[in-house]
């Protein structure tokens, strides 16, 4: 080849690469503003939408575009959180077909959505995506099904079904009579229920907590679109310590970051009639987690006691928020507020946070007295605005429980 034809040819491979680049921008930034709100997505399939579908999609189009860019197939050990999560929506109860239906489903949305925002390059390089597509789905699949196959040799399908019948009675209030006496199958009397509910978790991260939970005697979990419930057997006796020490037992290194990818809500249950009620309270608490970014994982009632009286019903809580409305169009009188709070109602440190003198954040918080009404160096007038701003946030944060 000329010197000439190998620059030709060098600026075609980058030009490609580019486009590809780009695509995959586009393909990226469609799953991270997913929303099942959306017309976009009203075509997507519930069960393929649940609290992996994120980096799950993520790393499924990381993985495609670039055996698309070099045609190296990606390893084994990459897709390894893609195969682990599919074998264990299988465990949960989903069918293998619509496992690997679901595959065919996003590749579906993504190639009705991608032409509408490709550039011209782009669109006549979607018209070369057939063959990897194919060739990415056909390896997928069939590693998938390779998986289900040797786990569905390992485990007793049977036993997975009790399992999914047991947990389903007692978060219901029902006596699981069919299967209580079964040595496969034990059931305790005493539960902690933990209700997980994930941030932003990384590929893997949600599964491997799932197989911590499995591999617990005597524990229950359950699948849900928004997360996970597990009910794990305790010593009435030692409920507190059993509760205490969940953090290291099932999210180890999860918190350690600047917040934590996702929030367990637990409380005791210590009969089994008394499941129902502590499923509700560790929903509630495990929402309160995620809305409000705790820095804990593990996330209890008496650790949130002003902000659950706020959750739990929701009349009061649009009540409280609307009084903060009067700061709606004053960004930094609401800033102002938020970091006098943080800091306990000292003005001296919210003046260095804020960089600015100690008496203008005295200004600012009459100023917040004479819009909202509620002086917030009062200390009963505070707690009102302290609840308003938990209300606000969990409004502003969907807060469903």
């Not at 495609?64 to 190296?72: E, M």
């Amino acid at each position: 080849m000329t010197t000439a034809g190998t620059v030709a040819a060098f600026d075609h491979t980058t030009r490609r690469a580019a486009t590809i680049e780009r695509l995959l921008s586009d393909a990226l930034a469609l799953v991270d503003g997913f929303s099942t709100q959306s017309p976009v997505y009203d075509g997507v399939p519930s069960s393929l939408v649940d609290a992996d579908f994120v980096p799950a999609a993520e790393l499924n189009v990381r993985l495609f575009f670039q055996f698309w860019l070099d045609s190296s197939e990606p390893t084994e050990e990459a897709t390894r959180p893609l195969v682990e999560r599919a074998v264990s929506l299988v465990h949960d109860g989903m069918p293998l077909d619509d496992v690997l239906g679901n595959y065919r489903a996003g590749v579906d949305f993504l190639w009705s959505q991608l032409p509408t925002t490709a550039s011209p390059a782009g669109r006549a390089a979607l018209a070369e995506i057939g063959r990897p597509l194919s060739e990415y789905l056909s390896l997928m699949t069939a590693r998938i099904a390779v998986a289900c196959v040797e786990d569905a040799r390992r485990r007793p399908w049977d036993e997975l079904e009790r399992r999914r019948g047991i947990v389903d009675a007692l978060l219901a209030g029902r006596d699981p009579v069919d299967w209580v006496g079964d040595p496969a199958v034990p059931v305790a009397e005493a539960f902690v229920v933990a209700v997980i509910r994930p941030g932003d978790p990384g590929p893997g991260t949600l599964t491997d907590l799932r197989r911590r939970i499995h591999d617990l005697p005597g524990a229950f979990l359950r699948r849900d679109i928004t997360g996970w419930t597990a009910l794990i057997p305790i010593d009435a006796r030692d409920e507190r310590a059993v509760i205490e020490n969940l953090s290291s037992r099932l999210a180890p290194g999860i918190g350690t970051g600047a917040a934590p990818v996702l929030w367990i809500g637990v409380s005791p249950a210590l009969t089994r009639a008394a499941i129902p009620a502590s499923f509700a309270e560790a929903r509630v608490v495990a929402e309160l987690g995620r809305c409000l970014s705790r820095g804990e994982v593990i996330c209890r009632r008496q650790d949130l006691r002003l902000e659950y009286a706020v959750a739990v019903d929701g009349s009061v809580r649009k009540e409280l928020a609307s009084v903060l409305e009067p700061l709606a169009d004053q960004p930094v009188l609401a800033e102002t507020l938020g970091v006098f709070f943080a800091n306990e109602c000292n003005q001296n440190a919210a003046a260095r946070l804020l960089f600015v003198h100690r008496n203008t954040i005295t200004y600012r918080l009459a100023r917040i007295a004479e819009l909202t009404g509620y002086d917030p160096q009062r200390p009963t007038e505070a707690m009102t605005l302290s609840a308003a701003r938990t209300a606000q946030l969990l409004e502003s944060k969907a807060f469903s429980a």
